[in-house]
């Protein structure tokens, strides 16, 4: 099927991503884990609409507390539409008491990867635009906006899908 991803990559953020499916709560700390020197931000979001603009504003505080404001518009839309698609996948997925959506961010030297995990084993396809329909241009905007995007499964249900942007100032 044209322009569907693997979920088999998750390029050199692996461990934290690994972290984050795994349920560690991260705000702002380095992880001795990983090789390279990061901060993460994370938030969890319940399964409703106004989730997507608290997404949002969680990403301007991150950016702008990072001096990286300037990346603002282009991430902006890219979690919007990752929101948004967690936002519709989550709703009737079983959960285990904390919202069911969380958005992470990852500042690493020369990149920010934005990490959304929901509780749905459903996988993300890019589908043919039909420019009759209201919906299905979210994940081409985010291959659009992104340097690169991908999903991979959480071990005991969901995903995380991801999307990074190049970031000189990182």
Request: glycine share 8%; net charge negative.
């Amino acid at each position: 099927m044209a322009g569907e991803r693997t979920g088999e990559t998750v390029d050199e953020a692996q461990e934290w991503l690994s972290t984050i499916a795994q349920g560690e709560r991260s705000r702002d700390h380095t992880t001795a884990s990983i090789r390279s020197a990061l901060q993460t931000r994370s938030v969890r979001l319940a399964a409703v609409p106004e989730s997507v603009k608290e997404a949002r504003d969680f990403v301007r505080g991150a950016l702008s507390s990072w001096g990286l404001t300037g990346m603002y518009d282009d991430v902006r839309l890219v979690v919007s539409e990752l929101v948004t698609n967690a936002l519709r996948y989550a709703v009737g997925c079983p959960t285990q008491g904390d919202p069911p959506i969380r958005l992470s961010l990852l500042r690493t030297s020369g990149r920010l990867t934005c990490a959304v995990t929901d509780p749905c084993d459903q996988i993300p396809v890019c589908r043919e635009p039909d420019f009759a329909s209201q919906s299905g241009r979210g994940l081409h905007l985010v291959e659009a906006f992104s340097d690169s995007w991908n999903w991979a499964p959480l071990s005991s249900h969901g995903k995380v899908v991801w999307a990074c942007f190049l970031c000189p100032d990182c």
